[in-house]
């Protein structure tokens, strides 16, 4: 049986019920057995439809179609398949009566209302697929892979992608589960779930569709143009001096130095939330020399929670903590085992905000670095942890974006200006609370930049504009070895056509623990090496300098780039294809792309490389490095690339 309203259909199936209903400029999807629909928005905002056509051909035949905003779905005795001006998008998976199959499967999870649910599509040949967060060994097309819906420490789940055939798909669910591009079949798969529940939208160009998910999921706050310069981080500066002495270092070089970051273990123990006063016992003066320098202080919080910080009976008896079902309810263990704070939970949001105002704002602090936000436990163990509006297993991956919510809000409110927090994690709409999200921590190589290039695209077509990676990345680099100073100047070129530029890592040889060092606070962790301009040579150091210059040089072009990602969701790190969609050889690259609209980037990623292949669409290009113009009919070109020099072209329109 089928029935309708001005902006859905409502399909009765035997014991299924599948509502298809326009929303924004797409269509909505959900299916359930044995009940109603479920009325939770999860990533999506109630944004109305505004054209709308509905026509039921048989009710009782089950036959109907509904469109809006040029994506039409096709009911067909409870198949569904979705067209555009009458092409074939994408279709559920059919099967023969005698083979007894279903596109959309529900096991029942016994004693609980909730089910594995599974919902499979007919593979399309030759299609690409594009975005869908952070994967370490996801191909950057990822037909053909098969990807966990789930965070862990470098990877990213956010289940929206891009096909080239022109649509969008949005898995609006947080629950754990998975999805598989295979040749043969498209499966999505929740673990534990009520419903499924995915909204598509189809459109000329993938820009157009951007454009149609943002505005259904949220769009990128500000990128304040007093953060578009330098920010100096490194694993970790142990003490208010050692902080106010780089500072002072770059004041004396006058290098402008926009943000400078206190890491982890500024505190006595976890979930404190506050300076140790042994290593920063005047955080005011140390806030007030650094505005003199023209420099933001950002503060390093971790959703970590130790039994012996003086926040934690506050927490746990408010019951603000995550839980576990059985067991102990322990759930990372790192210089301490702890709970995690509860960021689904909207009132334990305003404790912690009320929390970071008191300790933090007090100084005039009011950027946060929200690490393991994914969050990250020691083990796994996802069936057995519960946040407040359920398990781990079907709304685990909703955390990370709760987590930002929580800072950005709480800023908000307290009047902060220019609000952008750095978070390790994210989820569908995050960036609508103030993330510029990075890709965690990852190994110090000339393979993994290359990889980083693809997964910066890649969030970016799932909708998270202002995205970086550690300049150098973080684990392994030794700032003695040749090959590593390489690396990071030719990982620093690149930072600088990425959305923040931003000096991190876990530099070695490793330092021990201040020499006054204690059992908590900041005499009880380690550091890495000195992690700064000057760190790596007189050579480097030269191309560093050169390089901030010409970031500094672009923030007019960098605002206008950020602007879009607010106005029409366009990221500022951008596919080929996002500005060259018919251009069948743009879809194929993972190592170049386009910073904004006019600038191509070609990062070199190979030790020892002076030169690399760079594709130039059809069109005129300006060689950054003074080579004069190319007028390019869509052809590869090999771009001189010395030490100093990574291959930029300018567009010229």
Not at 130 to 137: I, Q, S, T, V
Not at 523 to 544: D, T
Request: net charge negative; charged share 25%.
């Amino acid at each position: 049986m089928i029935t309708s309203n001005q902006n859905s259909i409502t399909v009765t199936c035997a014991s299924e019920t599948l509502k298809i209903e326009a929303w924004g400029r797409g269509l909505r999807v959900r299916t359930v057995p044995y009940g109603k629909i479920i009325e939770n928005a999860w990533a999506l905002e109630a944004v109305k439809a505004k054209e709308v056509t509905i026509e039921i051909q048989s009710a009782e035949g089950n036959r109907a179609y509904i469109e809006n905003s040029g994506i039409r779905c096709n009911v067909s005795g409870g198949h569904l398949s979705f067209y555009k001006d009458g092409k074939l998008l994408f279709e559920e998976e059919r099967h023969l009566s005698h083979s007894n199959g279903r596109a959309r499967t529900y096991r029942p999870i016994l004693g609980t209302n909730n089910f594995e649910a599974t919902i499979r599509f007919e593979a399309q040949d030759g299609e690409k697929i594009h975005g869908m967060g952070e994967y370490r060994k996801a191909k950057y097309d990822l037909k053909g892979c098969m990807l966990e819906l789930a965070h862990r420490n470098a990877q990213i789940s956010i289940p929206f992608f891009v096909s080239d055939r022109g649509y969008g798909f949005l898995w609006n669910n947080p629950a754990v589960g998975s999805v598989t591009f295979a040749e043969n079949v498209t499966e999505w798969k929740a673990i534990s779930t009520q419903q499924i529940d995915y909204w598509v939208c189809a459109a000329d160009t993938p820009a157009e569709i951007i454009e149609k998910y943002t505005e259904v999921t949220g769009r990128a706050t500000e990128l304040p143009e007093s953060l578009m310069g330098l920010w100096q981080c490194k694993l970790r500066y142990r003490s208010q001096d050692e902080l106010l002495e780089v500072a002072r270092e770059y004041h004396r070089r006058n290098i402008k130095l926009d943000v400078i970051v206190i890491d982890f273990f500024h505190w006595d123990y976890q979930g404190d939330w506050d300076f140790d006063p042994e290593y920063w016992p005047d955080p005011q003066a140390m806030v007030d020399e650094l505005k003199s320098y023209g420099t933001r202080l950002m503060v390093s919080i971790w959703p970590t929670v130790d039994r012996r910080s003086k926040n934690f009976a506050d927490l746990n008896n408010n019951g603000y903590l995550v839980l576990t079902d059985r067991g102990l309810p322990a759930m990372m263990d790192f210089n301490g085992c702890m709970q995690f704070f509860d960021a689904t939970n909207p009132d334990a949001r305003r404790m912690g905000a009320k929390i970071l105002k008191h300790n933090y704002g007090k100084y005039g602090i009011d950027m946060f670095w929200l690490d393991v936000a994914e969050p990250e436990f020691t083990v796994y163990d996802r069936d057995i942890y519960r946040y407040s509006i359920g398990s781990a297993l079907e709304v685990g991956n909703i955390y990370p974006r709760n987590y930002s919510q929580m800072v950005y809000e709480g800023l908000v409110e307290d009047n902060a200006k220019d609000v952008l927090n750095l978070v390790r994690c994210a989820w569908v709409g995050s960036p609508k609370y103030g993330a510029l999200v990075w890709s965690g921590d990852i190994d110090c190589s000339f393979a993994q930049m290359k990889n980083q290039i693809g997964i910066g695209i890649n969030m970016g077509i799932a909708g998270i504009p202002y995205w970086i990676s550690d300049t150098g990345g973080f684990e392994g680099g030794n700032i003695n070895d040749p090959v590593f100073k390489e690396l990071i100047v030719r990982w620093y070129q690149w930072a600088v056509y990425t959305p923040v530029l931003r000096m991190h890592g876990d530099r070695q040889p490793t330092l021990a623990p201040v020499e006054r060092g204690t059992d908590h606070g900041g005499g009880f962790c380690h550091s890495g090496s000195s992690n700064e301009l000057w760190s790596y040579g007189e050579e480097a150091y030269e191309i560093f300098v050169k390089y901030l210059d010409i970031r500094e040089n672009m923030k007019e072009y960098i605002k206008k780039t950020a602007k879009e990602a607010q106005t029409c969701g366009l990221p500022m790190i951008r596919a080929m294809f996002l500005e060259f969609p018919n251009d069948k050889n743009a879809w194929e690259l993972s190592d170049q792309y386009m910073f904004g609209s006019d600038y191509l980037v070609a990062p070199v990623t190979e030790y020892g490389a002076r030169e690399r292949s760079v594709y130039l669409p059809a069109g005129k290009w300006e060689a950054m490095d003074g080579g004069g113009v190319i007028e390019s009919r869509g052809e590869t070109v090999v771009a001189s690339a010395p030490l100093d020099y990574t291959p930029v072209y300018k567009r010229i329109k």
